[in-house]
């Protein structure tokens, strides 16, 4: 308190003047880029529930990754928000010091959200009998089709949408739905980022996206 008095031209209120200092917390410079949160897709009435389900985990995790790796999105997590809020009001609660008081009040929007449908996942065997030798083989594929669009939350407009569906030599549906998300994740970044030429020559071309997206070989 640097100096309190009282005023009678304002029927004595006591006019105090404070010098304080006051905690304030730096973003991350990512929140700048386009926000994206990818909410847990639904399980389609007919699809194996245990099937899609490890589908759906894989898949989630997968795109979630490949966004991030990307560098292109600040992407925001709805998956673990009561752990969030229990930390949270750990600090709220006090005995912390007072600078963390700071990390209060700084949750921020999505701007696009994805969300989506497993309609379908499962695994399938098939057995095969060599005429000539009578030996059998067993091969095995895990497979899954989705339906997913991206929402503007602001407008509720639909800014993409797809259906897709994979096939891979495995008897875990998690494999196709990891190979899907990384599918389905270039797809959407190209849609929203397309690949672009940063300079070219005549025996050479250099392309730009960003993170680990563009891969030897491509």
């Given amino acids: 308190v640097l100096s309190a008095s009282?005023?009678?031209?304002?029927?004595?209120?006591?006019?105090?003047?404070?010098?304080a200092n006051v905690s304030k917390y730096k973003t991350s410079k990512q929140l700048k880029r386009?926000?994206?949160?990818?909410?847990?897709f639904r399980i389609a009435p007919n699809a194996n529930s245990e099937d899609a389900e490890k589908f759906r985990r894989a898949f989630g995790?997968?795109?979630?990754?490949?966004?991030?790796?990307?560098?292109?999105?600040?992407?925001?997590?709805?998956?673990?928000?009561?752990?969030?809020?229990?930390?949270?009001?750990?600090?709220?609660?006090?005995?912390?010091?007072?600078?963390?008081?700071a990390r209060l009040g700084n949750r921020v929007g999505t701007d696009y959200l994805i969300v989506g449908e497993i309609?379908?996942?499962?695994?399938?065997?098939q057995t095969r009998t060599m005429r000539s030798t009578g030996q059998s083989f067993t091969s095995t594929t895990a497979s899954g089709t989705i339906s997913y669009r991206i929402i503007d939350v602001a407008t509720t407009q639909i800014k993409f949408s797809d259906t897709v569906s994979i096939s891979v030599s495995s008897n875990q549906t998690g494999d196709a739905g990891r190979r899907?998300?990384?599918?389905?994740?270039?797809?959407?970044?190209?849609?929203?980022?397309?690949?672009?030429?940063l300079s070219a020559r005549e025996d050479s071309v250099t392309l730009g996206q960003g993170g680990k997206t563009i891969?030897?070989?491509?």
């Fill in 180 to 197: 899907l998300a990384d599918r389905t994740g270039q797809s959407i970044l190209n849609a929203i980022y397309p690949v672009k030429i």
């Fill in 119 to 125: 309609e379908d996942a499962g695994v399938n065997s």
């Fill in 6 to 19: 009282r005023n009678p031209e304002l029927n004595n209120l006591w006019i105090v003047t404070v010098r």
């Fill in 61 to 101: 995790r997968g795109l979630e990754n490949y966004l991030t790796q990307s560098r292109r999105f600040a992407m925001l997590d709805r998956g673990f928000i009561s752990e969030q809020s229990g930390e949270l009001n750990f600090i709220a609660e006090g005995g912390t010091a007072t600078a963390e008081l």
């Fill in 215 to 218: 891969k030897l070989g491509q």
């Fill in 34 to 40: 386009l926000r994206m949160a990818v909410v847990p």
